[in-house]
C-alpha cells in the first residue's frame, strides 16, 4: 500500500508564491515517477508536473512552464511543487500523484488526498 501526504496548500495573491509538499511511504520501491494534478471545479483533474525519482528528470504542462518547479528528495521520499507568480487560474485542489513509469499521465495510480490553493486576483 502507497501513501501520499501532501503539505503547503493555502490562500495568496496573484503574484504571490506558494510551495507544496508530497511525503510518499509504504511500498513505494517499485515507483519512479512523482507528479502533481489539479483539479478546479467544473474542470477535469490535470496533470502540472511530474518528476522521476532516479534521473530527476522533469516534465511540466505548458502552462505552468516557467513559473512552476518540481523537486524531490531522496533521502525524505518527499515531492516538491514550487509554484511562483501564481495566477487566479491556478487555483484548484492540487494532488500528489504517483506511478510506476513516467509517461503519460494515465499512468499515475496512486493519489494523495489533496491540498486547496486559492489564488485571489
Known amino acids: 500500500q502507497v501513501q501520499l501526504v501532501e503539505f503547503g496548500g493555502g490562500s495568496v495573491q496573484a503574484g504571490g508564491s506558494l510551495r507544496l509538499a508530497c511525503a510518499a511511504s509504504?511500498?513505494?520501491?517499485?515507483?519512479?515517477?512523482l507528479g502533481w494534478f489539479r483539479q478546479s471545479p467544473g474542470k477535469e483533474r490535470e496533470g502540472v508536473a511530474r518528476?522521476?525519482?532516479?534521473?530527476?528528470?522533469?516534465y511540466y504542462t505548458d502552462s505552468v512552464k516557467g513559473r512552476f518547479t518540481i523537486s524531490y528528495n531522496n533521502a525524505n521520499n518527499t515531492v516538491y511543487l514550487q509554484m511562483n507568480s501564481l495566477k487566479p487560474e491556478d487555483a484548484a485542489m492540487y494532488y500528489c500523484?504517483?506511478?510506476?513509469?513516467?509517461?503519460?499521465?494515465?499512468?499515475?495510480?496512486?493519489w494523495g488526498q489533496g491540498t486547496q490553493v486559492t489564488v485571489s486576483p
Open positions: 500523484a504517483a506511478a510506476q513509469y513516467c509517461g503519460p499521465w494515465s499512468l499515475f495510480e496512486h
Open positions: 509504504g511500498n513505494t520501491w517499485n515507483l519512479n515517477c
Open positions: 518528476i522521476h525519482t532516479g534521473s530527476h528528470s522533469t
